[in-house]
C-alpha cells in the first residue's frame, strides 16, 4: 500500500496550526491532481495537547483514512508544560513524536522539530527505529523560523522539510499561503518555506524511498467537509433560517450557516438553548420559511419536545444531529455512531419522523437537499444524522457535483388563490388538517395568507386544528400521519439512497451505515482482491427504514456483518426489529474507542468472524449472530 | 396579488371578527380571569386595526394555553413554555405579521423563564401577555413561580419557602421596552394596555393579573386596584428606567401586602426593535423572508456561486 499513496500526518499541540497547516497540504495535493481524504484526532482542550491530522492522498480516488500512516511530522507541543512530575495529562512534551510511534507504517519517514522534541527521551525510539526501517529527520524547525521569521511558524518549516523529503513542488504551497495570508506574514513564510526545503535538499542524504504519487483530475475538483456539505446542499435548497446553540461537532455547521445566511440575505439566530433553537425552526418555518436547527447527543435530547411538536403540528422542519461519543458529554471532539436510537425514538408518542444517514462528503450534499425536500413536501420532521468523523474530515469532491439550481419550492403549501375554494370549517378555519389528504399530506396555510388562518396544537386535533378528543378522529389523524411516512418510504424508494459495494452475486454481506461507509466500501474491495466473495452496502434511510432493498441484499447473502461505531449494535438492532428476521444471518463488528474504523481492521474483523476466531484488534469487538 | 394579502388591508375591523363563529365548548371555569383577557383581546383589536389573518398569536400549555380556541386568528398553541422562542421566530420570518404571545405564570415565568429573559433582551416588537392568576391551574393547584411565599399546596404542604418571581422587575432588568401591569378585573385599562403593547415597536410585556376561583381562592388579584399612571398620589414617569424599577418594586412588594398598582411602567419609544437593529448590521433582510417563497421573480443564490471558490 505505502508505495502508491502518502498517508502524512501532522502532529502538535492543539493551538499550533495543526488543522489550518494540514488543510492547506491537503488543498495543495488536491491542485496538484491527486485525491485527498483527510482525518482529524483532537483532544477537548483550546491549547496544548496532543493532536493529530492525517492526509491520505492516492492518484485514485479515495475515501477512508486507510491503515495507519507513513509520513509523521511531529512538531512539538508549544503549549505542553508539566511542572509536576506526575502530571495529570502525562509527559505532554515528547507526545507529538512518542503518540505517534504506534501507528507508523513500516519503512515510514518520521521528521521531528529537534527545537522542541528530543527522541532520547523515548526510551526504546532507536531500537524502534531499526525494527520498523524508519526513517528519521531530525531537523531544527523552531530555529529555522524564528531566524527567519517568527518561531509559530515552524509548521511553514515543517511542509517546507517534508515537501523536499516527498518531492512536491513548493509553488502549490506558494499559491495557497498568498492567497489566505497577509503580506507582512507572507514574505517571511515564503522564506522558511524555501529555506527549510532548500536546506533539507542538501544536508541529508535521503534513504526513503516514499514519494508523492501523480495524479491529475479530469475537473475541477474543491476540498470540503462534511460540514460544508450539509451547510452547501440547505443554502441550495432554499434554507433561510437556521438558529441553534453551540456544542460540538455540531457547531461546524451552525458556524458556516451563520457566515453564508447574511450573504443570501437569510438570518442565523444564536439563542439560549436548544429547546429554543428547534422552537425557533419551528416559529420561522411555521411563518413560511425554510428553516432548520441542529446539535450533538446532549443538545439535541433538549430538542425533542420541539421535535414531537413538529410531528404532531406537522411542521416542517430539518434538524442536524452531530454525533460525539456519550453518553451524557461522552468524549466531545471523538466519533461514534450511538444516538441512532436517540434520534430515531426521542420524544413522547408514536415516532412521525423522516431520518437519513449520510455516508459520504458528497452524499451529505444530496442527502441535506432531499431532508428540506422531503421536511417541505410532506409537512414532517426530518433529522439528518452525522458524527463529528464525518463532519470533520475533508474530501475532495468535483465541483460540478455542487452546481445545481436553488429550489425555493416551500413544499405543501396552498396559495391565496387555492384558499379562497379550499374547505374550511363551519367555524371559519382552514381545514389545515384534511381528513382525505392524498399520501396524508394536508397542504399548510401561511400566516399573512388571506382566509388561512388555523389553529396549530401538539394536542391532537381535528380538520381545522382545534384539540378534539373524539377516538375516530384520533384515529383517522394518526393513520394520516403514519401514512406520509410510508409515502416518503415509497420516494425514497424510487431514489436509490443506498449504496452498493462489490459484486451482487457475493457470499457474504457487509453492512453499514453513516460515516463507515467509505471505509467499508474500501474493505470490501480489498476483501474481493483477497478472494472471499463479498458485497456491501452503505445504508442512508434509517426511518422509513429501506425494507425492501434490506430484505433483498439479505436474501443474496449467506451472512451478514454489521460494521457500526457503538456498543451496542443499534443499527444491526434496527435492521432486525424493521425486518422482523434475519437474526441468525447478522453479526456485529462494533468499534467504540473514539476513533473511526480502519480498513485493515473491518477486513481482519471479517476474515476471523466468517473463521469463527475472535477478532485480533482489541480495539473492535465481534458479536455473533443470534443462536451462534 | 400579494402572497400575503391579509397584511396591511385597510378596511374597518370588527372585534366580533376575532370570535370563532362555531365556539367551542370553554374549558374555562365560570369566573376565571381568562375571560377577562380574551375580552380585552378582541376590543383591542379594531383599535389596532389588524385582521384575523395577520395575527399569529402563539401560547404555551396551561389554561392560558387555550386562548387560541376562543379567539380567531391564526394560532400556534405550543408546548410548556416555548411560546416565545416560537413567536419572536416567526417575527424574524415575516416582520409584517402581528405576532402575540401568551402564557401563564407557571409556563412564562417557570418553564418559560429562560425565554422570557432572552426574548426581552433582544426586544423582538411583540406582544407576551402573561395570565398572572399566581396558581398553576390547569394541573389542580399547585404552586407557581408567583405565589407569595408560604403558599401552601399539594405540592409544597408546608407553604413555599420561595420569594415570588418578580416579573417587572425581571422584565425591566432583562431589557423590555414595554412593560405593565394590568387586571381582568379592570376591562378598561386591560384594553388600552393591550392596544399600546401591540402598537409599541418593541417587547411589550404585560402581566396580566387573573383570578383563579377555581385553585387559588386567597389570590389578591379581587382586591381595588391602583392606576399609578392616572393616581394623584404617583407621579410617575413611565420613560424614566429607574423610576420604572422603583415603581415595580413597590408594586410588586405591595401585590403581596393586599395592593394592587397596575399600569404603565416602563415604556421606551426609542429603542429600536430587533429586527431593525439586525437589518443594521446587515444580519437580516429588508424585505420579509417569507415573501420570497411565494415570489416567482426572486433571484435565489447558489452556494456555489457564492460560496464554492474558497474550497478550490
Not at chain 2, 175 to 191: F, H, I, L
Request: glycine residues 10%.
Amino acid at each position: 500500500m505505502t508505495d502508491h499513496e502518502l498517508m502524512w500526518r501532522i502532529a502538535g499541540g492543539s493551538g499550533d496550526g495543526i488543522a489550518s497547516t494540514s488543510q492547506n497540504f491537503a488543498k495543495a495535493l488536491m491542485r496538484a491532481g491527486l485525491h485527498v481524504f483527510t482525518h482529524r484526532h483532537y483532544p477537548s482542550r483550546i491549547r496544548g495537547g496532543h493532536t493529530y491530522t492525517e492526509v491520505r492522498a492516492k492518484s485514485e480516488p479515495v475515501q477512508s483514512r486507510g491503515d495507519g500512516f507513513n509520513c509523521l511530522l511531529a512538531l512539538g507541543d508549544s503549549f505542553a508544560r508539566n511542572p509536576q512530575e506526575d502530571a495529570y495529562y502525562g509527559d505532554e512534551e515528547i507526545k507529538p513524536l512518542s503518540e505517534n510511534l504506534d501507528e507508523l507504517n513500516e519503512g515510514g519517514v518520521i521528521v521531528y522539530d529537534t527545537g522542541l522534541l528530543d527522541s532520547e527521551d523515548i526510551p526504546d525510539f532507536e531500537q524502534r527505529v531499526e525494527e520498523n526501517d524508519w526513517h528519521v529527520y531530525p531537523i531544527n524547525l523552531r530555529e529555522i523560523a524564528r531566524d527567519h521569521g517568527r518561531e509559530v511558524m515552524r509548521n511553514t518549516a515543517g511542509v517546507g522539510a517534508t515537501a523536499a523529503l516527498l518531492g512536491i513542488d513548493l509553488e502549490y504551497f506558494e499559491q495557497l499561503m498568498a492567497e489566505s495570508m497577509p503580506e507582512d506574514i507572507l514574505e517571511p513564510n515564503k522564506e522558511i518555506l524555501h529555506y527549510t526545503h532548500d536546506m533539507v535538499e542538501e544536508e541529508f542524504e535521503f534513504t526513503h524511498d516514499l514519494r508523492v504519487p501523480e495524479g491529475s483530475h479530469d475537473e475541477e475538483q474543491v476540498l470540503l467537509s462534511g460540514s460544508d456539505s450539509i451547510a452547501y446542499g440547505a443554502l441550495d435548497e432554499g434554507c433561510r433560517f437556521i438558529a441553534g446553540y453551540p456544542m460540538t461537532p455540531w457547531t461546524e455547521v451552525f458556524t458556516i450557516m451563520s457566515q453564508a445566511l447574511p450573504e443570501v440575505g437569510g438570518v442565523s439566530e444564536q439563542v439560549e438553548d436548544e429547546i429554543a433553537a428547534a422552537a425557533l425552526a419551528l416559529g420561522a418555518s411555521h411563518a413560511g420559511v425554510k428553516a432548520m436547527s441542529g446539535s450533538s447527543g446532549g443538545g439535541f435530547a433538549l430538542m425533542s419536545e420541539p421535535l414531537g411538536l413538529a410531528e404532531m403540528s406537522e411542521t416542517p422542519v430539518v434538524l442536524v444531529e452531530a454525533m460525539r461519543a456519550g453518553p451524557s458529554t461522552g468524549l466531545p471532539t471523538k466519533p461514534e455512531q450511538a444516538d441512532l436510537e436517540h434520534v430515531l425514538y426521542t420524544s413522547q408518542g408514536d415516532s412521525n419522523r423522516v431520518v437519513l444517514a449520510p455516508g459520504t462528503v458528497s452524499e451529505a450534499y444530496e442527502q441535506s437537499r432531499l431532508a428540506f425536500r422531503i421536511a417541505y413536501g410532506y409537512n414532517i420532521p426530518v433529522i439528518l444524522l452525522y458524527d463529528q468523523k464525518l463532519g470533520g474530515e475533508l474530501m475532495n469532491v468535483p465541483a460540478s457535483h455542487f452546481d445545481r439550481e436553488p429550489n425555493p419550492d416551500l413544499g405543501a403549501v396552498t396559495t391565496e388563490e387555492e384558499l379562497e375554494d379550499a374547505p374550511h370549517g363551519p367555524g371559519g378555519k382552514f381545514y389545515r388538517y384534511r381528513y382525505d389528504a392524498e399520501d396524508g399530506v394536508s397542504p399548510r396555510s401561511i400566516p399573512g395568507q388571506k382566509g388561512g388562518h388555523f389553529l396549530v396544537t401538539g394536542n391532537e386535533h381535528n380538520q381545522a386544528g382545534h384539540i378534539d378528543e373524539d377516538p375516530t378522529n384520533r384515529v383517522t389523524q394518526m393513520e394520516r400521519r403514519m401514512s406520509k411516512v410510508e409515502a416518503v418510504r415509497e420516494f425514497l424508494d424510487d431514489r436509490d439512497t443506498q449504496t452498493y459495494m462489490g459484486p451482487d452475486d457475493a457470499e457474504y454481506g457487509l453492512i453499514t451505515f453513516g460515516s463507515q461507509q467509505g471505509t467499508v466500501e474500501e474493505a470490501v474491495a480489498r476483501l474481493n482482491d483477497a478472494g472471499h466473495s463479498v458485497r456491501g452496502i452503505g445504508v442512508s434511510d434509517m426511518m422509513p427504514y429501506p425494507e425492501e432493498e434490506m430484505t433483498e441484499f439479505l436474501e443474496s447473502v449467506d451472512e451478514a456483518l454489521v460494521v457500526e461505531m457503538n456498543a451496542s449494535g443499534q443499527f444491526r438492532g434496527l435492521t432486525q426489529k424493521e425486518l422482523g428476521r434475519f437474526g441468525d444471518k447478522l453479526s456485529s463488528l462494533l468499534k467504540y474507542n473514539g476513533e473511526p474504523f480502519e480498513p485493515a481492521e473491518i477486513v481482519q474483523g471479517f476474515e476471523a468472524s466468517i473463521q469463527g476466531q475472535d477478532v485480533p484488534d482489541q480495539q473492535t469487538t465481534y458479536v455473533p449472530a443470534a443462536g451462534d | 396579488m400579494s402572497a400575503f394579502s391579509a397584511i396591511g388591508e385597510e378596511r374597518e375591523i370588527d372585534r366580533e371578527e376575532f370570535t370563532p363563529t362555531l365556539e367551542p365548548q370553554a374549558t374555562w371555569c365560570p369566573g376565571c380571569g381568562d375571560f377577562g383577557v380574551l375580552k380585552a383581546l378582541k376590543q383591542a383589536m379594531p383599535e389596532v386595526g389588524r385582521n384575523p389573518d395577520e395575527v399569529l398569536l402563539v401560547t404555551g400549555i396551561g389554561c392560558s394555553g387555550k386562548l387560541n380556541s376562543y379567539f380567531e386568528s391564526y394560532g400556534y398553541h405550543s408546548i410548556h413554555g416555548r411560546s416565545l422562542p416560537i413567536a419572536r421566530a416567526a417575527k424574524l420570518a415575516n416582520p409584517e405579521l402581528e405576532v402575540i404571545a401568551a402564557g401563564g405564570d407557571g409556563d412564562g415565568y417557570g418553564i418559560g423563564g429562560n425565554h422570557f429573559m432572552h426574548t426581552a433582551r433582544e426586544n423582538h416588537d411583540m406582544t407576551y401577555i402573561v395570565f398572572d392568576n399566581e396558581i398553576f391551574g390547569l394541573t389542580k393547584g399547585q404552586t407557581s413561580p408567583t405565589s407569595p411565599k408560604g403558599h401552601k399546596s399539594k405540592t409544597q404542604p408546608h407553604g413555599s419557602a420561595k420569594d415570588p418571581i418578580r416579573p417587572l422587575s425581571l422584565a425591566l432588568t432583562s431589557g423590555a421596552s414595554y412593560v405593565a401591569r394590568t387586571a381582568a378585573v379592570n376591562p378598561n385599562q386591560a384594553k388600552e394596555i393591550l392596544v399600546e403593547a401591540m402598537q409599541h415597536d418593541g417587547f411589550a410585556h404585560v402581566d396580566f393579573l387573573t383570578q383563579c376561583p377555581t385553585w387559588n381562592k386567597d389570590a389578591r388579584q379581587y382586591v381595588p386596584y391602583t392606576d399609578i399612571n392616572d393616581a394623584d398620589e404617583y407621579d410617575h414617569d413611565p420613560t424614566d428606567r429607574s423610576a420604572a424599577q422603583e415603581m415595580a418594586s413597590e408594586a410588586e412588594q405591595s401585590l403581596y401586602e393586599g395592593e394592587v398598582l397596575t399600569g404603565r411602567f416602563y415604556v421606551d419609544s426609542d429603542r429600536p426593535s430587533y429586527s431593525e437593529e439586525k437589518q443594521a448590521i446587515g444580519e437580516m433582510p429588508e424585505d420579509p423572508l417569507a415573501e420570497r417563497y411565494f415570489d416567482d421573480d426572486y433571484e435565489w443564490e447558489r452556494s456555489h456561486d457564492l460560496l464554492l471558490d474558497r474550497h478550490k
